[in-house]
């Protein structure tokens, strides 16, 4: 495990120009003293303005390593396509997935499938069967993703409630990958990847070879920290617009509610009513951003158990709400 020391030096050179704080708070002591009975947590990291000001990591691979942010790849994603159309490599968000990448459609889709939009996708309110939670097995031992998830049965009307799918979210990854011409990991490593000066491996791709639009990418709590800061000052890190300030508020903007969890959801990042700016993962990972309280925060957890929004999920929402939002 690298040691506080190492990382200061590392956040000396990398995220952090300003002198690094790790001063014993208030409210980075109530952090810690919860960290014990967080069985789940791997590790924690909180940036507040330019200053870390708590880093831990009781568990797990340590500060450096790779870790699975699970279905934070989602709220990735979203960066991913916001970049793409102010590029313009990509039309509006109106633009359907028939006009965008017509291929993509089997004959045999869901009625109204194929005029799915962008925002439509991106805002998980794709009205198909979810193929997340008990569905999720069978559809990823499917032969095509793309193609199983559109044929999923009609729940809702499109752009209607919120379906946590991430069959949803793969079909939008197709999509960019196809509009593009290249694939998620590329468009990751271009834009996030040379822009935070983080490291981004490939990751698991379906049998057509698209890239897992929204589960299993991989991050250290180092890199997910410096997307959190880039959440927290509107797409910006170090001085350079990484993703465009527009996208990065109106991503901030609800465009539905979680059934789950209440939290609203904008483009791809939860919402909550004390400001923060979440991505969420199976298992408690967390890229988390205040710009109201000038807070970044990144947590990763076991990823094999789960972190329900009545359970770990929950506690880890309090510890932001309280000893979190303590330190600004």
Request: charged share 15%; net charge positive; hydrophobic share 40%.
């Amino acid at each position: 495990m690298l040691s506080r020391r190492d990382f200061t030096f590392s956040v000396l050179a990398g995220i952090a120009a300003p002198a690094v704080s790790l001063a014993q708070g208030q409210g980075a002591g109530a952090i810690r003293a919860a960290l014990p009975g967080l069985t789940q947590l791997h590790a924690i990291l909180v940036q507040r303005g330019g200053d870390l000001v708590l880093v831990e990591a009781p568990r797990g691979p340590g500060l450096r390593r790779p870790a699975n942010i699970k279905s934070c790849s989602k709220s990735i994603l979203a960066l991913l396509l916001g970049e793409a159309m102010a590029r313009g490599a990509v039309p509006g968000l109106q633009t359907r997935l028939a006009d965008l990448a017509p291929d993509l459609v089997p004959a045999n889709a869901t009625q109204g499938a194929g005029d799915l939009t962008l925002e439509d996708m991106v805002t998980l309110r794709g009205g198909l069967e979810s193929t997340s939670g008990g569905n999720y097995g069978s559809w990823v031992s499917s032969a095509n993703w793309v193609a199983y998830a559109l044929r999923q049965p009609r729940v809702s009307p499109n752009g209607g409630r919120m379906i946590y799918s991430t069959g949803t979210t793969h079909v939008l990854g197709a999509a960019l990958s196809r509009a593009t011409g290249r694939s998620l990991l590329d468009l990751a490593r271009a834009s996030l990847g040379q822009g935070l000066g983080i490291d981004i491996p490939p990751w698991t791709r379906d049998p057509q070879g698209f890239y897992f639009g929204g589960n299993e990418m991989a991050m250290s709590p180092e890199a997910m920290l410096r997307v959190a800061v880039m959440m927290r000052d509107g797409g910006r890190f170090q001085g350079r617009q990484v993703i465009p300030q527009d996208w990065v508020r109106a991503s901030q903007q609800p465009r539905t509610v979680s059934p789950y969890s209440g939290l609203a959801y904008g483009y791809g990042w939860f919402i909550s009513e004390t400001g923060w700016i979440l991505a969420r993962g199976y298992g408690g990972q967390i890229i988390a951003a205040n710009p109201r309280r000038d807070l970044a925060v990144a947590i990763t957890s076991d990823p094999t158990r789960p972190a329900r929004s009545g359970g770990y999920f929950g506690d880890l929402m309090r510890l932001l709400d309280g000893p979190v939002l303590g330190l600004a």
